[in-house]
Nanobody, 124 residues
């Protein structure tokens, strides 16, 4: 099992940027893919981005492509989500997730450990 702790959420205005961080412990970090998901009130949790074990492959939801960047630092056991040009529809609780394998995917069932979430609020 992996323990994940997210940070970096907050209240910003539309067009601003935020960087989320997720610190992992409990399993060799470089052995598995990492992902970010989000859930807005009244909506189902949705995929945002994922990154393979080495950082060489990334996937993005169409809604964030070109605005968000996922990255990882295996030496620091940390994955990041740089969010630029934020929109009100990006407001949600953002969850970090650890993959079951080293492959990055956009499928929720391919991730088996989850953080507690960090809230992102975007005012228009």
């Amino acid at each position: 099992q992996v323990q994940l702790v997210e940070s970096g959420g907050g209240l910003v205005q539309a067009g601003d940027s935020l960087r989320l961080s997720c610190a992992a412990s409990g399993r060799a970090f470089s052995n598995y893919a990492m992902g970010w998901f989000r859930q807005a009130p009244g909506k189902e949790r949705e995929f945002v981005a994922s990154i393979s074990w080495s950082g060489g492959l990334t996937y993005y939801a169409d809604s964030v492509k070109g605005r968000f960047t996922i990255s990882r630092d295996n030496a620091k056991n940390t994955v990041y989500l740089q969010m630029n040009s934020l929109k009100p529809e990006d407001a949600a609780a953002y969850y970090c997730a650890a993959g079951r394998t080293f492959r990055a995917t956009n499928r929720e069932h391919d991730f088996d450990s989850w953080g507690q979430g960090t809230q992102v609020t975007v005012s228009s």
